[in-house]
């Protein structure tokens, strides 16, 4: 047989065993059977040094022709494998994006009233430069009463319809806590002791500009009332802070909370322990249609309780009277929800009923900020 027939015979082979693999893996198989170090064209390419002069001339170039052949043909075999296995992919894994897609929990889920006035409430005040703390739902009757300037066994504390815990070891009993404004005793001692409460999260001296939200409780229910509710409180204590720049904070507030342009506040004389002047403030409003309008209108609802801070307080928080003065007020984040958003009565709030939720509820991914809106 000659030369030219064993090319042509092996080319036919090679060329069969090419054109059968189905895989990555037997193609290799055909390229080493044929170019590998013991391969068959391997095997012809080292007979070349054993021939002729002569006889090379012709074989060399024959020989070489069919491994650059065969060269080719695995090449042009493996871009057919690959792209036959990428479209098995695609069509294996094919997504149907005219199906519909179901709701994340995100976009199910409601996040309730009260959190959301008090996010308001928090970032409205946190662009106005105040900080916001917090403190513990169980108090001491320390914080709750003596060191706002309650006295013992005065009938104020009586007012409060107070929530009593057992008795501790030593006999004084913990309350859940009637207000937050036992947090505005904790932020100013805070300037005055070392190391800071905790629970705390914001730690300050004067110059101290700082609003408290949290959980309230007291034993009272009906159709305004629950036994626990939600208050934030405002405090600031400065050398110079005086009852006009309490109005502008409260106007400023109000007008940004229930998005209006403006509104109109009354100030009457009224009587805290803590505070001395202590003033209730009304906001003007409309009560004519089925939902109250603030800013206009001819009637006036009760929405917060304000006034100087009582030198006692100062004193009993480390702080000089003689040096410091400052301003607090303290108002109810539900029923500034109810008032906002229209809810009338706040037992619902705390029914947990998923229909009342879906209604009044709000969307997970609208924070309200200043500038993207509050509400909306
Ligand atoms: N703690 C008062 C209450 O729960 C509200 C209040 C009134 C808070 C006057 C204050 C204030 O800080 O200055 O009824």
């Not at 170090?37 to 021939?51: C, D, P």
């Not at 720049?245 to 100030?267: D, H, M, S, Y």
Request: charged content about 25%; proline content about 7%; overall charge negative.
């Amino acid at each position: 047989m000659s030369l030219e027939d064993d090319i042509t015979r092996l080319r036919a082979e090679l060329t069969a065993a090419i054109a059968a693999a189905a895989d990555q893996a037997a193609l290799e198989a055909a390229r080493i059977a044929a170019l590998g170090k013991k391969g068959s064209v391997s095997a012809m390419l080292a007979s070349l040094g054993a021939m002729a002069a002569e006889a090379r001339k012709s074989a060399g170039p024959a020989i070489n022709g069919l491994k650059t052949e065969i060269t080719r043909l695995i090449d042009e075999r493996a871009k057919l494998i690959n792209e036959a296995a990428l479209s098995a992919r695609l069509a294996a894994e094919r997504v149907d994006v005219t199906l519909p897609v179901r709701p994340a929990p995100t976009a199910t889920g409601r996040i309730h009233p009260v959190s959301q006035a008090w996010d308001e409430i928090t970032a409205i005040f946190s662009d106005m430069g105040f900080k916001i703390a917090e403190g513990p739902d169980i108090e001491t009757d320390w914080y709750n009463f003596t060191a706002l300037n309650f006295p013992e066994g005065h009938p104020a504390r009586e007012m409060h319809d107070t929530f009593f815990l057992n008795p501790g070891p030593d006999g004084t009993r913990k309350v859940l806590r009637t207000h937050t404004s036992p947090v505005q005793i904790r932020v100013m001692k805070q300037s005055n002791d070392k190391p800071a409460a905790p629970y705390l999260t914001a730690a300050m001296e004067p110059p101290i500009r700082v609003v408290m939200p949290g959980r309230t409780y007291r034993h009272d229910s009906d159709q305004t009332h629950t036994p626990m509710f939600h208050q934030v409180e405002g405090l600031v204590i400065d050398k110079e802070s005086h009852i006009g720049q309490l109005r502008w904070v409260l106007e400023e507030f109000l007008k940004a909370f229930f998005e209006v342009p403006g509104v109109t506040l009354r100030f009457r004389p009224s009587y805290f322990p803590f505070t001395e002047p202590s003033m209730e403030v009304d906001v003007q409003c409309d009560r004519s249609g089925s939902e109250v309008k603030i800013g206009e209108g001819s009637d006036w609802l009760e929405i917060l309780g304000c006034g100087m801070v009582h030198p006692n307080v100062l004193r009993n928080c480390g702080l000089d009277p003689e040096v410091y003065q400052g301003f607090a007020w303290g108002m109810g984040i539900d029923r500034l929800a109810m008032l906002k958003y229209g809810m009338p009565d706040l037992r619902a709030f705390f029914d947990a009923d998923k229909r009342w939720l879906d209604h009044y509820g709000f969307r997970a991914f609208d924070m309200p900020t200043l500038f993207g809106g509050l509400s909306s």
